[in-house]
């Protein structure tokens, strides 16, 4: 977990560079640095970094599971394994990675929770997508900035009206 006062200065800095990632990290690094506690939750962010590290390398392979050679491979097919077995060069897909778990590893009691949690996730990606969608649609293009384009209450209007429409959606897709 992130100590608050780092949290409160990610925050200022993610304000002050809304729009450049790379200064906001710049801005936060030597603000956090600065703190007389900085070394003392030095070990805290090195976890949650360590935790993000893990959550990159288990999305890697879900990735190489269904988009690599693995997701064309027939169980059913032989396949002359060449001294390496197929399994051992793709990986079983019990290791899959889902809902902090491996696939084979699930009970079928956890299945409902994990949906509900992988839902909420793409929600939001589903929301983001589809004001993207209407926000181009309703004449933002080329090098125009959404704010020259849209009133503040308009976007609002219908930001709150996708969101409702997407968070439907998504809620009655588990039913």
């Excluded at 384009?149 to 009655?172: A, C, D, P, W, Y």
Aim: charged fraction near 25%.
């Amino acid at each position: 977990m992130i100590p608050p006062d780092i949290r409160r200065l990610a925050e200022t800095a993610a304000e002050t560079h809304k729009n450049d990632i790379r200064a906001a990290t710049t801005a936060l690094a030597e603000a956090a640095r600065a703190l007389p506690e900085f070394a003392s939750v030095v070990d805290v962010l090195l976890d949650d970094l360590f935790g993000r590290l893990i959550d990159e390398v288990r999305h890697a392979y879900n990735r190489k599971q269904a988009t690599g050679p693995a997701a064309h491979y027939d169980p059913g097919r032989r396949v002359p394994a060449g001294g390496t077995t197929v399994l051992s060069i793709f990986g079983s897909i019990y290791d899959y990675k889902i809902g902090g778990r491996t696939l084979g590893d699930l009970m079928g009691d956890e299945l409902p929770v994990v949906a509900a949690a992988e839902r909420a996730i793409a929600s939001g990606h589903t929301f983001r997508a589809e004001l993207c969608d209407w926000l181009y649609a309703n004449g933002c293009r080329g090098t125009t900035r959404v704010r020259e384009v849209f009133t503040e209450r308009r976007l609002r209007l219908n930001f709150n009206r996708i969101r409702r429409e997407v968070m439907g959606e998504m809620s009655q897709a588990g039913d």
